[in-house]
């Protein structure tokens, strides 16, 4: 499964895009689990102490924003899903 990973991450992982192999169906909870497996500098940015998807931290599925699924983190992923993995996002007027 093809993931994107935007801003600093993308240095954490080495790159814009990663395929994370998987041998079968997989929750969006699995994959994150699966990704901070494969890179663990990740676990520290996108889960907190109790091994749960920081509320800052965006994990979209075809564009939609992970919690607000329907089954949230739980939702199952398909093999023509795209996803994408968002840092916090700062900035504004000073």
């Not at 520290?44 to 983190?73: I, S, T």
């Amino acid at each position: 499964m093809k993931v994107d990973f935007y801003a600093t991450y993308r240095q954490i992982v080495g790159g814009k895009t990663v395929e994370i192999p998987v041998a079968r169906e997989l929750t969006v909870r699995e994959l994150v689990e699966e990704i901070v497996t494969r890179y663990p500098p990740l676990r520290a940015e996108l889960l907190n102490d109790q091994g749960e998807l920081y509320a800052h931290v965006h994990v979209f599925v075809n564009g939609r924003d992970a919690p607000y699924l329907v089954d949230g983190v739980e939702t199952p992923l398909g093999p023509d899903d795209t996803v994408s993995v968002f840092p916090p996002a700062a900035g504004g007027a000073g």
